[in-house]
């Protein structure tokens, strides 16, 4: 197989960077805007801040998730670290594949569920049990998510060996 060069593999590890950096700062700022909906004194005031909930998640999470798995599968395919030669890539694989599945499945579909109870219902969407139950889950989620982010980059800085 093929490997990249130097250059290329800096090009490539730089993306791949930027890619990470989006998809946690997206994260971040989706779990704090949700926030702002503790101050809201209209439902369109609602409906916006979960609009731009959804269009941060579709518009800039989404796409640096997607670039940042892919640059990695170039990363795996292309240079000497492989796929499964070491745990810590492993653990790296398996994490941004489960959270872009569980973000697929469970996050999206939450965050679409408040823009659209929010949109029908306004400020009364706050006292809405669903509408509840959907925020506080998609916080949980953020949450975890963001975090598991986190300990990946420390797991990848690191590379933990097994003993």
């Known amino acids: 197989m093929k490997q990249l060069s130097g250059s290329q593999r ?3 590890k730089s993306v791949h960077l930027i890619a990470v ?27 916006l801040i ?23 599968w170039i990363y795996s ?3 000497k670290w492989g796929y499964f030669k070491h745990g810590w890539l492993i653990f790296k694989w398996t994490i941004t594949l489960l959270i872009i599945i569980l973000g697929t499945i469970y996050s999206e579909p939450w965050i679409a569920k408040l823009v659209s109870i929010s949109g029908e219902q306004g400020i009364s969407a706050l006292s809405n049990e669903d509408y509840q139950w959907y925020h506080k889950s998609q916080n949980i ?10 300990l990946t980059i420390f797991i990848s800085v690191f590379k933990p060996k097994k003993k």
């Open 50 to 72: 979960n609009k731009v909930i959804h269009f941060i998640d579709m518009k800039i999470l989404v796409p640096s998730a997607i670039l940042c798995l892919s640059t990695g």
């Open 141 to 150: 989620m953020g949450v975890c998510m963001t975090g598991t982010l986190i």
């Open 77 to 79: 395919q292309f240079t």
């Open 21 to 47: 950096g989006v998809w946690i700062t997206t994260g971040l700022i989706m779990f704090l805007v949700q926030f702002m909906s503790d101050d809201v004194k209209s439902g369109d005031q609602l409906y």
């Open 10 to 12: 800096k090009w490539l």
